[in-house]
């Protein structure tokens, strides 16, 4: 996850950037998952590689924190809303999927809306 922070804020700087340009007062929001799973799996064409734990292999709940750090203090301040949804997901069949929190994801969801509905309404 950490490999590819430094890509991620890149590319959410240059979607806001694009909002901007073709609209001064659009209300820029980004909603970014963040998986928090024991360990996942990678896929390189018919290679599948499973996180490790150590070296280049972090499993993502190593990295979680570190990448919403990152992503709050170098991403969401270009950002009217920033919205995190903590998640785990292996990536590995069946697939399972499942919130960290399902009732604090939902709640901080719901009130990034109510924020967004209101930032509409001063704006327009």
């Known amino acids: ?10 590319d959410l700087h240059k979607q806001v950037e694009h909002f901007k340009r073709s609209d001064g007062n659009a209300i820029c929001v980004a909603v970014v998952g ?17 996180t490790t734990g150590k070296g280049g292999y972090l499993h ?8 919403e750090r990152r992503l709050r203090s170098e991403a969401a301040p270009r950002f009217d ?6 998640y785990k997901a292996t990536n590995e069949p069946p697939f399972p999927f499942e919130w960290v929190d399902y009732n604090a994801t ?3 969801y719901g009130a990034a809306l109510a924020r967004i509905s209101r930032e509409y309404e001063k704006r327009f």
């Open 106 to 108: 939902r709640q901080d």
């Open 81 to 86: 809303e920033f919205v995190t949804l903590p």
């Open 1 to 10: 996850m950490i490999k590819q922070i430094d890509r991620v804020i890149g």
């Open 34 to 50: 963040i998986n928090h799973a024991a360990y996942t799996v990678g896929y390189e064409g018919e290679r599948a590689t499973r």
């Open 60 to 67: 993502p709940i190593q990295e979680a924190a570190e990448a």
